[in-house]
């Protein structure tokens, strides 16, 4: 996993992100809240601990995931349907959701994390690469880019798996919105210098390009995407980045100019 702080001194736009990036910690804070307040954060007690937490977190799941079946079909899954997905544990029966709204579970799905790892993996990067992200853009358009990218890369992935077993499973996660902040970052600043630590040299810090850095992590993601990585939506991941590339180059301010150097700071 690869780890920066975002362009500060030293970049054209230095000025702006020394301001607050009110959105990117706002949707940090929200989505730390929401896990501690489900099952998966594990500090409940409303949700037991075992196997009740384990079976509360998947209905936790997917009453505010996104299923790729109940996006293309407009409507929650059928008590038949929810039968044929293997429980969490032994006896964890899904009931039926029918006051879900498919279209809406795509933005819970955007704060709904299956655990700690989950949750600062995917903020990690939110962290350090989304205040240059919104101070570039703006506040209004890096809210509305982060929900429209969520929604776009949620929406491919249910096309690409309808007809899957993953077409029935929860999508959770903030990860499509935060790849395309990525990508959204390698569009504006693909000069930026990257320093990285190094765990099989003793963490040694090196410098790189952002293109090398996130060019690289996109590499990832796509081999993931074509080796079937299991458990994780890499598609999303996919989509997300280059939607996140594209919507830099359309919503960056009028005289902005795109790949202007910047620095950035350490990794890991």
């Given at each position: 996993?690869?780890?920066?702080?975002?362009?500060?001194?030293?970049?054209?736009?230095?000025?702006?992100?020394?301001?607050?990036?009110?959105?990117?910690?706002?949707?940090?804070?929200?989505?730390?809240?929401?896990?501690?307040?489900?099952?998966?954060?594990?500090?409940?007690?409303?949700?037991?601990?075992?196997?009740?937490?384990?079976?509360?977190?998947?209905?936790?799941?997917?009453?505010?995931?996104?299923?790729?079946?109940?996006?293309?079909?407009?409507?929650?899954?059928?008590a038949d349907r929810?039968?044929?997905?293997?429980?969490a544990t032994p006896?964890?029966?899904?009931?039926?959701?029918?006051?879900?709204?498919?279209?809406?579970?795509?933005?819970?799905?955007?704060?709904?994390?299956?655990?700690?790892?989950?949750?600062?993996?995917?903020?990690?990067?939110?962290?350090?690469?989304?205040?240059?992200?919104?101070?570039?853009?703006?506040?209004?358009?890096?809210?509305?880019?982060?929900?429209?990218?969520?929604?776009?890369?949620t929406y491919g992935?249910?096309?690409?798996?309808?007809?899957?077993?993953?077409?029935?499973?929860?999508?959770?996660?903030?990860?499509?919105?935060?790849?395309?902040?990525?990508?959204?970052?390698?569009?504006?600043?693909?000069?930026?210098?990257?320093?990285?630590?190094?765990?099989?040299?003793?963490?040694?810090?090196?410098?790189?390009?952002?293109?090398?850095?996130?060019?690289?992590?996109?590499?990832?993601?796509?081999?993931?995407?074509?080796?079937?990585?299991?458990?994780?939506?890499?598609?999303?991941?996919?989509?997300?980045?280059?939607?996140?590339?594209?919507?830099?180059?359309?919503?960056?301010?009028?005289?902005?100019?795109?790949?202007?150097?910047?620095?950035?700071?350490?990794?890991?």
């Amino acid at each position: 996993m690869v780890l920066t702080t975002p362009a500060r001194a030293g970049s054209p736009t230095a000025g702006r992100t020394a301001r607050t990036p009110v959105v990117c910690y706002l949707l940090i804070a929200l989505s730390a809240l929401v896990l501690l307040a489900g099952p998966a954060g594990g500090l409940n007690p409303a949700y037991g601990s075992g196997p009740a937490r384990a079976c509360a977190e998947q209905r936790y799941e997917h009453r505010w995931g996104a299923v790729p079946a109940e996006l293309l079909g407009g409507r929650p899954l059928t008590a038949d349907r929810l039968s044929s997905l293997t429980p969490a544990t032994p006896g964890c029966a899904l009931p039926p959701t029918p006051s879900k709204i498919p279209e809406l579970s795509v933005l819970t799905s955007l704060f709904v994390h299956a655990g700690w790892l989950h949750l600062v993996g995917n903020l990690l990067f939110l962290f350090v690469f989304g205040p240059a992200v919104e101070a570039r853009l703006g506040r209004i358009r890096f809210l509305t880019g982060y929900l429209a990218i969520g929604y776009l890369a949620t929406y491919g992935y249910a096309v690409a798996e309808a007809h899957t077993a993953d077409g029935l499973r929860a999508l959770v996660g903030a990860s499509g919105a935060i790849a395309g902040v990525l990508g959204a970052y390698l569009r504006l600043w693909p000069r930026a210098r990257v320093t990285v630590l190094v765990p099989v040299l003793l963490f040694l810090p090196l410098r790189f390009p952002a293109w090398l850095v996130l060019g690289l992590w996109f590499a990832l993601q796509w081999w993931s995407v074509s080796s079937g990585g299991g458990g994780v939506a890499y598609l999303v991941h996919v989509i997300g980045f280059v939607t996140g590339w594209l919507f830099a180059w359309a919503a960056r301010p009028a005289g902005d100019t795109l790949g202007a150097p910047s620095r950035t700071g350490v990794a890991q």
